[in-house]
């Protein structure tokens, strides 16, 4: 919580100078070019001639990590599903922030995670979208996936999450994963789940392995600022294999200050990324009913 003390003649226009008669105090959105509008906690608002004080800012530009706080996408179940984000009711408050295939929400008592089984045409993972906006809501976003929709993974520096995978891998066919931005419809790099991004340097099927990416890492040159994220998607490896990857992910976040991984003995592969993403994610051009 901040406190704020403003001069109230600082509202003052030379239309109306005395500030007689207020009928309403709004906390302003940014209109319809962001893809994020704000949200406001108030509290303790009152009117007065004795001002508490407020704490001195520096006038040094803020650094990238005094700016952003760690962001948690995913913690416990009830991140697993759309919360509203203003006063006003919604039908889509409690939808399921899933993207593609069969993806499932598993209470834990060391961690609830989010199980997501993929198959051989299609990827599975996260939303992290408005749920419900129209004009029926006036264009505001009434209920959300993650702690805010769209959000720009580049005003953070990592994603890091801990995962653990089954499935039959080679070096073709490894966990990966990837996001998607809303509109325009693009796709990220595709970031394999393995060497400096992970504990070991590879996944395991029984332990959980903490994960840190760079969140330049899936920038591209289509989509060098990573803004307005809708989809993230855990990787299956097509239909030319007969096992596809299942993920169990849990303590999902994005952070300027990431936890450390623990080093491996193999050298690195000399690219973190396999393709460019589809933009649909089906990995055939036929699918099965």
Known sequence: WRRVVIPVAEFATEEWPNLDGVKDMYFRTCGTAYSV??????RDLYLTDDPPSVEAHST???????LNADTYIYQTVNDGYAQLTTSNESEKE?????????????????GDYIDIKTDKWASGGYRMDCM???????WQCWASCSPFANPDFMDWGYLTFEVRVS????????PSISIT??????????????GDYIDGGTTSDTDWRRVVIPVAEFA???WPNLDGVKDMYFRTCGTAYSVSPRYHVRDLYLTDDPPSVESYSAAPSESPTLAPLMDDILLATHRKI
């Open 94 to 110: 409690g939808t399921p922030c899933t993207a593609g295939r069969t993806v499932n929400y598993i209470v834990d008592a060391s």
């Open 167 to 174: 499935g039959v891998f080679d070096d073709v066919c490894k």
């Open 37 to 42: 509008s704000p949200r406001y906690h108030v």
């Open 181 to 194: 931005k809303r509109w325009p419809s693009y796709g990220s790099n595709v970031v394999a789940l393995e």
């Open 60 to 66: 040094e530009p803020p650094t990238q990590a005094s």
């Open 220 to 222: 591209t040159e289509e």
């Open 132 to 138: 419900d906006k129209g004009s029926h809501t006036g």
